[in-house]
């Protein structure tokens, strides 16, 4: 619940900063931003952000002022001051800081750019470059010296500071027909005006031993063969004077390398990779740059390099549940492996050596036992083995029963003889029973809630269990009203199966004469309701208190049925991936219908109704179906609707006249887009025909003829050969 005061004074913030914008610092300078609200009713409350990433962690906040202390390059950006009071749009005050740096200084040499020359020659013109990163940029000043002395701009020493046709932050000095005299070292010195910032010093040497570069690779370095998980380093020998930066690219496939950038820069020609995986197997390019050397056409060599990995195999791990005396087959397959000409395998069961050979043309191999005994239980290992190691196929062999699986669609399971003890029906049906030897018992544990003890008894079994069948036992002298935790474990003759364990709770009758089914879909086990195995896409439980703050506007319900923002409903969630067409389907548990006397037959009509809201301008359809006990492949329309019915909860009533066990199913079906949201609340089933000014035009009947007496809540309990016993 939100509170809310609204008067003549109620307005939207307004704020300002008290700061400039941009801010320029140097590093190691501490920021003060301050922002203060002019205007909006209530306050408004001040929060600060940062166009991209969070605050720096050494931030200070207290209202609306934001201290930065000892600021670095790593703090610059965007920050903004947002005012907001839940009154119209939030108010927004931007100021951008902006940290003094110098950074990168690099250089190259461009021999006579008139004549393509990769040599500097006597008489001809020599252009030295050098360039930084500054910031902010237009503060940048450079300074030339050759020689340690200042240098000024002539006929033949033509310097530009900023040159149009290059990067920003460059500048050129241009030495027209070369002497020997000009030999000699020069620098240019970057510097940003009104100081703080250490400058930038860059020396270039000129002189007769100035010479181009040359890349080779050494013989034995090409190619390199290496495995998966260890350290390789590639060499490219580069000469020359200066020595330029090497930079390292896949030379075969246009993809990232190691550090995830695209080009890799090496000042000693070693690109040295830690870790290196299969998939930096393949051709890799060293090439010369123009940095720190000479502005000349790349020089460039290829190295390869060769990763070997153990085989990839599948399947890693599986089980395998078999009765004594059948086969099994196990097979093992190679996904991938270097090098393939030596794979060689060997199956084992535990420590004992069962057979070895070497792969031919198949990527497979096989072991089968013929007839599993007792000693062929085990976990058996098939390893396949090349130059690099060994990959492992494993499968778990036991003769262990599935666990079994409780029957929650049991409504009323418990009932009462005693005033201080109760007794339940535990329902359950047993996983594959046909996959393992036949189950001769089930062992039957029961504690009562937060107890260590357990009271074991077994639970014979006469005969094969089939599967799907609904087997009971009756549980008595439970005392009121405590909760029990009850296990189940299957016994075969190989010995104890997987167990299941499940809580059973006490919960009064609230009238045990009650004819009538209702569900707002509160509880955990959403009334017992499951989702259909077959359709597309499943039902969704939700509230507008936990819904998604991503969810799509224009659609769905913005309240349950009763208008509460916590209370809870069923929808359909339409956005990708979901395709126009596609269906979820949602089953009601069964309901038994007993008749009220053996003799008469009469026709018993249910008023089952339920809420629907379907807004949005994609809306498909919503169908309901009646499926009878037995006739699973019959399935009934009840009622149906389609397209946008507006934004509120609307209330359907039909008549149903079952002549058996039934069941109810809800069918959302997608329309052509996301703004599709179908959903459904408070569902319930009355004995006795809806009243008839609620009955809609689309009654179905559901059978011929039959008695319908009393509807109980619970599914139809199928008697099977295990006998009950009280314990």
Same mark, same amino acid.
């Given at each position: 619940?939100?509170?809310?005061?609204?008067?003549?004074?109620?307005?939207?913030?307004?704020?300002?900063?008290?700061?400039?914008?941009?801010?320029?610092?140097?590093?190691?300078?501490?920021?003060?931003?301050?922002?203060?609200?002019?205007?909006?009713?209530?306050?408004?409350?001040?929060?600060?952000?940062?166009?991209?990433?969070?605050?720096?962690?050494?931030?200070?906040?207290?209202?609306?002022?934001?201290?930065?202390?000892?600021?670095?390059?790593?703090?610059?950006?965007?920050?903004?001051?947002?005012?907001?009071?839940?009154?119209?749009?939030?108010?927004?005050?931007?100021?951008?800081?902006?940290?003094?740096?110098?950074?990168?200084?690099?250089?190259?040499?461009?021999?006579?750019?008139?004549?393509?020359?990769?040599?500097?020659?006597?008489?001809?013109?020599?252009?030295?470059?050098?360039?930084?990163?500054?910031?902010?940029?237009?503060?940048?000043?450079?300074?030339?010296?050759?020689?340690?002395?200042?240098?000024?701009?002539?006929?033949?020493?033509?310097?530009?500071?900023?040159?149009?046709?290059?990067?920003?932050?460059?500048?050129? *000095?241009? !030495?027209?027909?070369?002497?020997?005299?000009?030999? &000699? #070292? +020069?620098? @240019?010195?970057? $510097?940003?005006?009104? %100081?703080?910032?250490?400058?930038?010093?860059?020396?270039?040497?000129?002189?007769?031993?100035?010479?181009?570069?040359?890349?080779?690779?050494?013989?034995?370095?090409?190619?390199?063969?290496?495995?998966?998980?260890?350290?390789?380093?590639?060499?490219?020998?580069?000469?020359?004077?200066?020595?330029?930066?090497?930079?390292?690219?896949?030379?075969?496939?246009?993809?990232?390398?190691?550090?995830?950038?695209?080009?890799?820069?090496?000042?000693?020609?070693? *690109?040295? !990779?830690?870790?290196?995986?299969?998939?930096?197997? &393949? #051709? +890799?390019? @060293?090439?010369? $740059?123009?940095?720190? %050397?000479?502005?000349?056409?790349?020089?460039?060599?290829?190295?390869?390099?060769?990763?070997?990995?153990?085989?990839?195999?599948?399947?890693?791990?599986?089980?395998?549940?078999?009765?004594?005396?059948?086969?099994?087959?196990?097979?093992?397959?190679?996904?991938?492996?270097?090098?393939?000409?030596?794979?060689?395998?060997?199956?084992?069961?535990?420590?004992?050596?069962?057979?070895?050979?070497?792969?031919?043309?198949?990527?497979?191999?096989?072991?089968?036992?013929?007839?599993?005994?007792?000693?062929?239980?085990?976990?058996?290992?098939?390893?396949?083995?090349?130059?690099?190691?060994? %990959?492992?196929?494993?499968?778990?062999?036991?003769?262990?029963?599935?666990?079994?699986?409780?029957?929650?669609?049991?409504?009323?399971?418990?009932?009462?003889?005693?005033?201080?003890?109760?007794?339940?029906?535990?329902?359950?049906?047993?996983?594959?029973?046909?996959?393992?030897?036949?189950?001769?018992?089930?062992?039957?544990?029961?504690?009562?809630?937060?107890?260590?003890?357990?009271?074991?008894?077994?639970?014979?079994?006469?005969?094969?269990?089939?599967?799907?069948?609904?087997?009971?036992?009756?549980?008595?002298?439970?005392?009121?009203?405590?909760?029990?935790?009850?296990?189940?474990?299957?016994?075969?003759?190989?010995?104890?199966?997987?167990?299941?364990?499940?809580?059973?709770?006490?919960?009064?009758?609230?009238?045990?004469?009650?004819?009538?089914?209702?569900?707002?879909?509160?509880?955990?086990?959403?009334?017992?309701?499951?989702?259909?195995?077959?359709?597309?896409?499943?039902?969704?439980?939700?509230?507008?208190?936990?819904?998604?703050?991503?969810?799509?506007?224009?659609?769905?319900?913005?309240?349950?049925?009763?208008?509460?923002?916590?209370?809870?409903?069923?929808?359909?969630?339409?956005?990708?991936?979901?395709?126009?067409?596609?269906?979820?389907?949602?089953?009601?548990?069964?309901?038994?219908?007993?008749?009220?006397?053996?003799?008469?037959?009469?026709?018993?009509?249910?008023?089952?109704?339920?809420?629907?809201?379907?807004?949005?301008?994609?809306?498909?359809?919503?169908?309901?179906?009646?499926?009878?006990?037995?006739?699973?492949?019959?399935?009934?329309?009840?009622?149906?609707?389609?397209?946008?019915?507006?934004?509120?909860?609307?209330?359907?009533?039909?008549?149903?006249?079952?002549?058996?066990?039934?069941?109810?199913?809800?069918?959302?079906?997608?329309?052509?887009?996301?703004?599709?949201?179908?959903?459904?609340?408070?569902?319930?089933?009355?004995?006795?025909?809806?009243?008839?000014?609620?009955?809609?035009?689309?009654?179905?009947?559901?059978?011929?003829?039959?008695?319908?007496?009393?509807?109980?809540?619970?599914?139809?309990?199928?008697?099977?050969?295990?006998?009950?016993?009280?314990?």
């Amino acid at each position: 619940m939100v509170s809310f005061r609204l008067s003549n004074k109620t307005a939207s913030p307004s704020i300002k900063l008290l700061v400039d914008d941009p801010i320029v610092v140097n590093p190691g300078e501490a920021i003060t931003l301050v922002c203060v609200t002019t205007g909006g009713e209530p306050a408004p409350t001040l929060t600060w952000v940062r166009s991209i990433g969070a605050l720096p962690e050494k931030t200070g906040l207290n209202g609306g002022t934001l201290t930065i202390p000892a600021v670095t390059s790593d703090d610059a950006g965007m920050y903004s001051c947002i005012a907001n009071n839940n009154v119209g749009n939030p108010a927004k005050k931007s100021t951008n800081i902006i940290v003094r740096a110098l950074k990168k200084g690099r250089f190259w040499i461009t021999p006579d750019p008139y004549h393509k020359d990769d040599n500097i020659q006597i008489g001809r013109e020599v252009k030295i470059s050098c360039q930084v990163e500054a910031v902010p940029s237009e503060e940048l000043t450079f300074s030339w010296f050759k020689n340690g002395r200042p240098l000024r701009s002539s006929e033949r020493m033509v310097i530009t500071q900023t040159d149009p046709d290059v990067s920003p932050g460059t500048t050129n *000095l241009d !030495i027209i027909d070369l002497k020997f005299t000009d030999f &000699g #070292t +020069y620098t @240019c010195v970057a $510097s940003l005006k009104g %100081g703080g910032i250490s400058d930038i010093s860059i020396d270039v040497n000129i002189s007769s031993s100035t010479v181009p570069p040359n890349l080779t690779v050494p013989q034995e370095k090409s190619p390199l063969v290496t495995r998966e998980g260890d350290i390789i380093e590639l060499q490219c020998q580069v000469t020359g004077k200066p020595k330029p930066i090497i930079l390292w690219s896949r030379a075969d496939k246009e993809i990232v390398m190691p550090d995830g950038s695209m080009q890799m820069e090496s000042y000693d020609g070693i *690109l040295r !990779i830690v870790n290196v995986s299969r998939e930096m197997t &393949g #051709t +890799y390019r @060293c090439q010369t $740059s123009q940095y720190n %050397g000479f502005n000349v056409k790349p020089r460039e060599a290829l190295v390869q390099l060769i990763v070997q990995y153990p085989p990839a195999v599948e399947p890693t791990f599986l089980e395998i549940r078999q009765g004594q005396g059948r086969s099994i087959t196990m097979s093992c397959r190679v996904l991938r492996a270097y090098p393939t000409r030596v794979l060689t395998y060997e199956w084992r069961l535990g420590n004992k050596l069962l057979r070895t050979g070497q792969f031919d043309a198949h990527d497979s191999t096989e072991y089968i036992v013929s007839s599993l005994s007792r000693d062929s239980y085990g976990i058996y290992n098939c390893n396949i083995i090349n130059e690099a190691g060994a %990959g492992r196929c494993s499968f778990l062999v036991t003769g262990k029963a599935y666990a079994p699986e409780f029957y929650y669609d049991t409504y009323s399971p418990l009932w009462q003889n005693r005033p201080r003890v109760y007794s339940y029906s535990l329902q359950w049906t047993q996983m594959n029973p046909d996959a393992v030897d036949r189950i001769l018992a089930y062992r039957l544990g029961i504690r009562q809630a937060g107890q260590q003890r357990w009271w074991e008894q077994e639970i014979t079994v006469n005969g094969n269990i089939q599967k799907g069948e609904l087997i009971t036992y009756n549980l008595t002298e439970l005392i009121k009203p405590e909760a029990y935790e009850v296990r189940l474990t299957p016994i075969t003759r190989f010995g104890e199966g997987d167990s299941t364990i499940r809580v059973i709770k006490y919960s009064a009758p609230v009238n045990p004469h009650l004819r009538e089914f209702h569900c707002g879909f509160e509880d955990g086990n959403i009334c017992l309701f499951t989702q259909d195995d077959m359709d597309n896409f499943d039902w969704t439980k939700q509230s507008t208190a936990t819904r998604d703050t991503k969810y799509t506007p224009n659609t769905g319900p913005n309240a349950d049925r009763s208008g509460s923002k916590e209370g809870f409903y069923m929808y359909i969630e339409t956005s990708r991936p979901r395709l126009e067409g596609e269906k979820a389907r949602l089953l009601s548990p069964f309901f038994s219908v007993a008749p009220k006397n053996p003799y008469g037959v009469t026709n018993t009509a249910y008023c089952f109704s339920f809420y629907y809201h379907m807004y949005g301008q994609h809306i498909g359809s919503l169908n309901v179906y009646l499926r009878l006990k037995g006739q699973t492949t019959i399935e009934n329309p009840v009622w149906s609707s389609s397209g946008n019915k507006g934004q509120h909860w609307n209330q359907a009533r039909v008549n149903i006249h079952p002549t058996t066990s039934f069941q109810l199913i809800f069918e959302g079906i997608r329309g052509p887009g996301i703004e599709g949201d179908i959903a459904i609340d408070d569902v319930s089933i009355v004995e006795g025909e809806c009243m008839k000014a609620d009955q809609p035009a689309n009654n179905l009947r559901a059978g011929a003829v039959g008695t319908l007496a009393h509807i109980w809540l619970f599914p139809v309990i199928l008697l099977v050969s295990v006998l009950s016993h009280q314990r």
